[in-house]
């Protein structure tokens, strides 16, 4: 079964527009931990965000922000006033399910985000 | 803080060698690696799970005499690919966790193989 779906494939903006990755997942946990990674074109997974399934709370972190919607199992990712160096390749990771080994994530294919100047 | 670490960054090879890589965790225990291949624009497959003093646990279809994997420290885990073929040329990332790192998984910067 599919454990997370980022539907846009790819995404070009122009800098300082404001942009939202889409995120959906699955899993058959109850409580667990999400994630999102950015990966830049020298290939190095940077991590930005983890979040518990019970804080539903948006959370903010200078241009970053997330929204998280238990009931909808989305985790939608915003870039406020994009830049070009926000330009890379996104991913958003479910946990596999707990009977897998502790701290398995799933990872999509990503959104390429891209950031003209 | 947990910065990990991933050697070389880069090998060419022969056809039939074996390559080793490298991963560190430079400043927290990694009781857990895990090590993901990556393809050109294609999402990162992992390849297996290792704990610390414990046999690696190789995903469906990753064949375990062909990636060895070896995670004798806390802070090192080694992949090595042996009798490498054009095929296996690959971008091979490798991501720690640990005791406080909230199960958050770091990432090397990742090598390049390439099998001529």
């Known amino acids: 079964a599919q454990k997370v779906t980022q539907a846009q494939t790819e995404i070009s903006v122009v800098e300082k527009e404001d942009v939202t990755l889409d995120c959906v997942y699955e899993t058959r946990d109850t409580t667990y931990y999400l994630f999102w990674y950015k990966q830049p074109p020298s290939g190095e997974l940077v991590f930005l965000i983890r979040r518990n399934s019970f804080d539903e709370q948006n959370e903010i972190s200078g241009r970053y922000s997330w929204n998280f919607q238990k009931s909808t199992s989305s985790f939608n990712f915003t870039i406020t006033a994009s830049q070009v160096v926000d330009s890379a390749v996104y991913f958003c990771?479910?946990?596999?399910?707990?009977?897998?080994?502790?701290?398995?994530?799933?990872f999509g294919r990503g959104t390429q985000l891209t950031v003209w100047p | 803080g947990a910065v990990v670490s991933q050697h070389p960054s880069r090998v060419i090879c022969k056809s039939g060698t074996s390559v080793k890589i490298e991963c560190r965790s430079l400043?927290?225990?990694?009781?857990?690696m895990f090590w993901y291949r990556q393809f050109p624009k294609q999402s990162l497959m992992l390849m297996a799970t290792?704990?610390?003093?414990?046999?690696?646990?190789?995903e469906q279809g990753v064949e375990k005499d062909k990636f060895l994997i070896n995670h004798a420290s806390l802070t090192l885990s080694t992949l090595t690919v042996t009798s490498a073929h054009p095929e296996d040329s690959s971008f091979y990332i490798c991501s720690a966790t640990g005791p406080g790192q909230g199960e958050t998984q770091y990432f090397g910067p990742g090598t390049r193989l390439l099998v001529l």
């Open positions: 990771a479910p946990p596999a399910d707990r009977g897998s080994t502790l701290g398995r994530l799933y």
């Open positions: 290792s704990n610390e003093g414990s046999k690696a646990t190789y």
């Open positions: 400043d927290f225990q990694a009781t857990t």
